[in-house]
Every structure is written in structure tokens, then in C-alpha cells.
């Protein structure tokens, strides 16, 4: 069975920092599209950032040059690492795999609260 | 960056209506759409891949149509367990991927 467990998030003041982490288990992120996805509280889903199997990263505008995806192959763990935090990062934030067509599966999420 | 708009923003229906929710992409985009659902306090669930292929274990009563620009998402018969926030997504051209706004479907 596949699962994505994510952990790292809580309560940072702007300007700090925060690593997540998702743990996977069921498949190999190596081998997989890895994306973090994030909603703002009650709002809509936004995408973060991905890994690609062959290791090329992408941001969206919104985080470029604050957040940095990366992977830990023997652990089978993605992480995302966040920096300079400001309060429109405030978020749950679900990592989830897409190997293909859509992104089919998700971790359960953790909130990152950006607050003073 | 391709913009997904979905209609309406929400709506109320009633357990075994019928319901459609559109979403129109600002560029074509074939048919690299998939759509998912949510319930509150969990993650989005995938639905439906390449506009109208189920994924494995979602009812049938589910089904996507459209390709280029135009897309739709309908439930046949509504059931208590759908009542879910709804988001479409292109991954035609990426990164990055792009979401509808989502459509919330209220119990009337």
C-alpha cells in the first residue's frame, strides 16, 4: 500500500525557517514526479514544487529562491526546505507523487502557521 | 502559466440530483486534465485523469468530458459521500501545474 506521511510543519515567525519532511512508503520517490502542493486556509490548491526522477527541480514564482525541494533516496523521503518565511506562506502543505496523469497519491498534509 | 477557471464557485444540490461542474482553460490543453475532490481537513483525491478516465476505485457514477479548452465534470446521481470541494488541473503544460479555483457542492 502507498502512503505519503508528511511532518515538519508548525508555528515559525516571519523571516524563519522550516524543513518538512513526507516519508513514503509502497513506492520509491526516486523514481517518481514529487511535488509539494499547498492550500492557504480556506482557499484553493496551489502547487509549490517538484522533483523529477532524474533529479531537475522547479519552484513556483512565489517561492523561488525561499524554498528548496530535495530527496533522500536510501530514506525514500522528500523534503522541502523553507526559508525567509512570510505570512502568505501559511498553509497546509500535502507532498504528493504524479507519475503519469494527474497526482494520484497525497500525504495527509501539515500546516505551516507563519506568524509573530 | 495556463489559468484554470471553474463555474459555478458552488452550489446546493440535493442527494440523487444530477450535477455539472465546467472548467475552461485559458489556453488549449487536449486533454491533459484531471480532476480531484476534497473533504474538509483531508487531501484531495483523484477523480478523474485525461478528462474523462477513471481512476482506479472511483464510482461510476463520476464521469469527465471535454478536450481543447472546455471541460466538464458530472455526477450522475448525487450521493451524501459527495459532497466535496471539486478542483480541476491541467498538467498539459507544466511546471508549474495549475488548479481550478475549486467548486464547493453544498447539501440543499
Known amino acids: 500500500e502507498v502512503q505519503l506521511v508528511e511532518s515538519g510543519g508548525g508555528l515559525v515567525q516571519p523571516g524563519g525557517s522550516l524543513r518538512l519532511s513526507c516519508a513514503a512508503s509502497?513506492?520509491?520517490?526516486?523514481?517518481?514526479?514529487m511535488s509539494w502542493v499547498r492550500q492557504a486556509p480556506g482557499k484553493g490548491l496551489e502547487w509549490v514544487s517538484v522533483i523529477y526522477s532524474g533529479g531537475s527541480t522547479y519552484y513556483a514564482d512565489s517561492v523561488k529562491g525561499r524554498f528548496t525541494i530535495s530527496r533522500h533516496n536510501s530514506k525514500n523521503t522528500l523534503y522541502l526546505q523553507m526559508n525567509s518565511l512570510r505570512a502568505e506562506d501559511t498553509a497546509v502543505y500535502y507532498c504528493?507523487?504524479?507519475?503519469?496523469?494527474?497526482?494520484?497519491?497525497w500525504g495527509q498534509g501539515t500546516l505551516v502557521t507563519v506568524s509573530s | 502559466a495556463i489559468r484554470m477557471t471553474q463555474s459555478p464557485s458552488s452550489f446546493s444540490a440535493s442527494t440523487g440530483d444530477r450535477v455539472t461542474i465546467t472548467c475552461r482553460a485559458s489556453?488549449?490543453?487536449?486533454?491533459?486534465l484531471a480532476w480531484y475532490q476534497q473533504k474538509p481537513g483531508k487531501a484531495p483525491k483523484l477523480l478523474i485523469y485525461?478528462?474523462?478516465t477513471l481512476q482506479s476505485g472511483v464510482p461510476s457514477r463520476f464521469s469527465g468530458s471535454g478536450s481543447g479548452t472546455d471541460f466538464t465534470l458530472t455526477i450522475s446521481c448525487l450521493q451524501s459521500e459527495d459532497f466535496a470541494t471539486y478542483y480541476c488541473q491541467q498538467y498539459y503544460s507544466y511546471p508549474p501545474w495549475t488548479f481550478g479555483q475549486g467548486t464547493k457542492v453544498e447539501i440543499k
Open positions: 485525461a478528462a474523462s
Open positions: 504528493a507523487s504524479h507519475p503519469a496523469a494527474g497526482f494520484d497519491y
Open positions: 489556453q488549449g490543453i487536449s486533454s491533459y
Open positions: 509502497g513506492f520509491t520517490v526516486s523514481s517518481n514526479y
